[in-house]
């Protein structure tokens, strides 16, 4: 299976700063058909996983532009331009290049 | 609009059996893949299983032996079975629907499971 590496584990911000999260993947996740099925998925407390990005870069509907994910092959990269109060939570990377699907331990949005 | 909600017993004894339902609306279950993905209390996520828009499966390898995953398009559900319940078990059961370009666009709310005797 498809190990995917999330650092840092933790991540401590002030409001409006910009923060990265790491993904790292054991094997390449470009697919045969040039995809790269890799998302980004934010679970607030309490509340089921949400879809943030697909495609590596590609914003779901509704999600603000202060979010952008880019990589290639096997590191990949979610940048948040200016925290805000709603962004607190567990951010995890999520594979479907290859079967079976696989997350990354999540990295935790914390204020400082 | 498209909704997923999970349903099951909350708590199980060791050596049973796990039965889940996900009830779906919004959508048809022979048009979309609808997997099941658990989460250990304070753990990451882990995939479950799949059961495709043709009606076949497939199952996460460490799980294959003691998972079922079926549905009943009348009745827009999928079930979940799962035997031989381990402590290591007790998590929260989300069922998500796969859309375009392989993505879980839709979860539905959870039910948490324990398993303790």
């Known amino acids: 299976d498809v190990v995917l590496t999330q650092t840092p584990p933790t991540l401590l911000a002030t409001i409006g700063q910009s923060v990265s999260i790491s993904c790292r993947s054991s094997q390449s996740l470009l697919h045969s058909n040039g995809n790269t099925y890799l998302n980004w998925l934010l679970q607030r407390t309490g509340q089921s996983p949400q879809p943030l990005i697909y495609l590596v870069s590609k914003l779901e509907s509704g999600v603000p532009n202060r979010f952008s994910g880019s990589g290639s092959g096997t590191d990949f990269t979610l940048k948040i331009s200016g925290v805000e109060a709603e962004d607190l939570g567990v951010y995890y990377c999520?594979?479907?290049?290859?079967?079976?699907?696989?997350f990354g331990g999540g990295t935790k949005l914390e204020l400082k | 609009q498209v909704q997923l909600k999970e349903s099951g017993p909350g708590l199980v004894k060791p050596s049973e059996t796990l039965s889940l339902t996900c009830t779906v609306s919004?959508?048809?279950?022979?048009?979309?893949?609808v997997s099941w993905v658990r989460q250990p209390p304070g753990k990451g996520l882990e995939w479950m299983g799949v059961i495709w828009g043709d009606g076949s499966t497939a199952y996460n390898s460490a799980l294959k032996s003691r998972l079922s995953i079926s549905r009943d398009t009348s009745k827009s559900q999928v079930f979940l079975k799962m035997s031989s319940l381990k402590t290591e078990d007790t998590a929260t059961y989300y069922c998500?629907?796969?859309?375009?370009?392989?993505?879980?666009?839709?979860w539905g709310q959870g039910t948490l499971v324990t398993v303790s005797s």
């Open positions: 999520m594979q479907f290049t290859h079967y079976p699907p696989t």
């Open positions: 919004g959508f048809s279950l022979t048009s979309y893949h």
């Open positions: 998500a629907r796969e859309v375009s370009y392989l993505r879980f666009a839709y």
